[in-house]
């Protein structure tokens, strides 16, 4: 079956999966996609949607130049120029794929940006279902007051919590903070601080601190480094 210049609501095929996994949505609302040519094989389960794709739930839209979802095996992808908007949390990547409706990968440049965050790195894996994502090399996380890098990087986005492993590296122009580690936690939540591991160093206002584990508050717009 082929569709030229075609808009379809599909309420529960597969292609919904894409997006859900992609834009945080848990729910099975209709989804409504919009591209040059859809092509649908009822024996096989294969969709493949070419030229323009847009995709649009429940306020969620995500838009590529192909995408392609098997209904039976629960595998899909968006490619070329993707673009993921939901809320606060805007995405782009070269290629979205999906691996069953509860993991998420984008891969090639991807910059996601939420709230105050933005996440950079080659490859973003996440899992919709806990709200967990990780970037496994070249990891960055830009906030407003800073930086924060790493071989890899996980994040608990509903916790506001981050752990770099390896390389880690946090710099904060506005308090005057540089800080290194084997491995760091960054609490976002009340006060918010910084736990580094592993042959620690944080320098601020020429003063340097060396320790196996540095914690650093980060209350009221400063940093008080402790070990």
Not at 98 to 105: A, D, K, L
Not at 130 to 140: H, K, L, M, W
Not at 192 to 201: D, E, M, S, W
């Amino acid at each position: 079956m082929k569709l030229k210049k075609m808009q379809m609501v599909l309420l529960t095929m597969a292609v919904c999966f894409i997006l859900t996994g992609t834009l945080y949505a848990a729910d099975s609302k209709p989804v409504e996609l919009n591209a040059n040519t859809v092509e649908y094989d009822t024996q096989t389960g294969l969709i493949t949607a070419t030229g323009s794709v847009k995709m649009i739930q429940d306020g969620a839209v995500l838009t590529g130049a192909s995408a392609q979802y098997n209904s039976k095996t629960q595998e899909g992808f968006v490619t070329g120029g993707v673009v993921a908007d939901k809320e606060d949390m805007h995405m782009t990547a070269s290629m979205i794929k999906t691996s069953g409706p509860n993991h998420m990968i984008a891969t090639g440049n991807v910059v996601v940006v939420k709230a105050d965050k933005t996440l950079t790195g080659p490859q973003i894996d996440y899992y919709p279902d806990t709200s967990y994502a990780v970037i496994e090399s070249n990891a960055r996380v830009t906030m407003t007051d800073g930086t924060f890098t790493s071989d890899r990087m996980e994040a608990y986005l509903n916790e506001n919590r981050l752990i770099g492993t390896g390389n880690v590296h946090i710099v904060s122009p506005p308090r005057n903070l540089d800080a290194v580690g084997d491995q760091a936690t960054y609490y976002g939540k009340d006060d918010g601080k910084v736990i580094l591991t592993g042959n620690a160093v944080a320098t601020q206002n020429n003063n340097t601190l060396r320790s196996n584990k540095l914690t650093i508050y980060l209350a009221g717009g400063k940093a008080d480094v402790t070990t």
